[in-house]
């Protein structure tokens, strides 16, 4: 059984940057797409970023993009989420997830633990 493991997570002020990681552990670890969500307090789960995991192509949401920069290490079933220029509203849990259908919108997902992500001013 896969499990998803976030980590990196802290308290930045804005402006700042930190790099996030999700290390997937298993016997075997094969998903179509990996990507980050995140959930801000009293908010709905969101869409950030994902990544096919064999191709390398990503996608980003639009209030992230050139912010924040999705890769993966293949190799060590490691997923990072880069973000730069941290903005008040971007303070949420975040979580990492592998996808193993062609939408997010499937049952064929996990989703990793969480790790709070807090801009202060």
């Known amino acids: 059984q896969v499990q998803l493991v976030e980590s990196g997570g802290g308290l930045v002020q804005a402006g700042g940057s930190l790099r996030l990681s999700c290390a997937a552990s298993?016997?075997?670890?094969?998903?179509?797409?990996m990507g980050w969500f995140r959930q801000a307090p009293g908010k709905e789960r969101k869409f950030v970023a994902d990544?096919?995991?064999?191709?390398?192509?990503?996608n980003y949401a639009e209030s992230v993009k050139g912010r924040f920069t999705i890769s993966r290490d293949n190799a060590n079933s490691t997923m990072y989420l880069q973000m730069n220029s941290l903005k008040v509203e971007d303070t949420a849990v975040y979580y990492c997830?592998?996808?193993?259908?062609?939408?997010?919108?499937?049952?064929?997902?996990?989703w990793g633990q969480g790790t709070q992500v807090t801009v202060s001013s």
């Open positions: 990544i096919m995991w064999s191709a390398g192509r990503t």
């Open positions: 298993g016997r075997t670890f094969s998903p179509y797409i």
């Open positions: 997830a592998a996808l193993y259908s062609s939408s997010w919108s499937s049952s064929s997902k996990i």
